[in-house]
């Protein structure tokens, strides 16, 4: 089984802070997601990584930057957390190649900005 | 643009009663369609898709889903709901001429709770 591991399940963090958010994943996947869950929004596309140093902007990239030095990991940035981020992120993998492969994703991390 | 649609943000259900969660889709061609379940504290989990084929699909804990090319429709359905079902569900979809594995749309979620 896959296993998408994202280290924190809670977080809070103050207003203009630095936060970084981790997410590991065991099965060799080439692309990695983060995104940002909101109660009647859905799931957003904050950034996507199709390989290591690879990254395209999602729907909101405001706010945020991503790190990829290895493939099985995957750092979502807050280069200066504001109120407006406090939501749960989550972290996806899936492999390249299979037709319509689906996402796995981590537990998600609820993050709070005050 | 594509979009996906959930028309409901809850459905109530008795247990033992069939249920139905209502998905319908805006995408140029034919899409990739999926089910997702999240369940409380927990990331989403996939259910089952489509890609092609026999329009009724089935899937993980006794879900199936019925494509309607006609309606661009997906509805998420089971014969018999079960307390445990009890969850959030997102419906899913990409364009398969879509070479950027990125380009997933969800709607956003129904809520099934399924009373004993």
């Known amino acids: 089984d896959v296993k998408v591991t994202q280290s924190s399940r809670y977080l809070v963090k103050r207003t203009g802070e630095k936060v970084f958010l981790e997410c590991v994943q065991d099965m060799d996947h080439e692309n990695m997601f983060w995104y940002r869950q909101d109660p009647g929004l859905g799931l957003r596309l904050i950034y996507f990584?199709?390989?290591?140093?690879?990254?395209e902007k999602g729907d909101i990239p405001e706010g945020y930057s991503v790190s990829r030095e290895k493939k099985e990991r995957f750092s979502l940035i807050l280069e200066s957390a504001s109120t407006n981020q406090t939501s749960m992120y989550l972290c996806?993998?899936?492999?390249?190649?299979?037709?319509?492969?689906?996402?796995?994703f981590g537990n998600g991390t609820r993050l709070t900005v005050t | 643009a594509q979009s996906v649609a959930q028309p409901e943000d809850q459905v109530n259900v008795a247990e033992g009663n069939p249920l139905t969660v209502k998905c319908t889709y805006s995408?140029?061609?034919?899409?990739?369609l999926f089910w997702y379940v999240q369940y409380p504290n927990r990331g989403l989990q996939f259910l089952l898709k489509?890609?092609?084929?026999?329009?009724l699909v089935k899937g993980s804990y006794g879900f199936e889903a019925e494509f309607n090319k006609s309606q661009t429709s997906f509805h998420l359905k089971k014969p018999s709901a079960l307390v445990s079902d009890s969850a959030l569900y997102f419906c899913a979809v990409r364009d398969r001429g879509s070479s950027s594995a990125s380009k997933i749309i969800f709607g956003s979620g129904t809520r099934l709770s399924i009373r004993p």
């Open positions: 990584s199709y390989d290591v140093k690879m990254k």
């Open positions: 489509y890609i092609t084929g026999d329009n």
């Open positions: 996806a993998s899936s492999v390249t190649g299979t037709e319509a492969s689906p996402l796995h």
């Open positions: 995408v140029s061609g034919n899409p990739y």
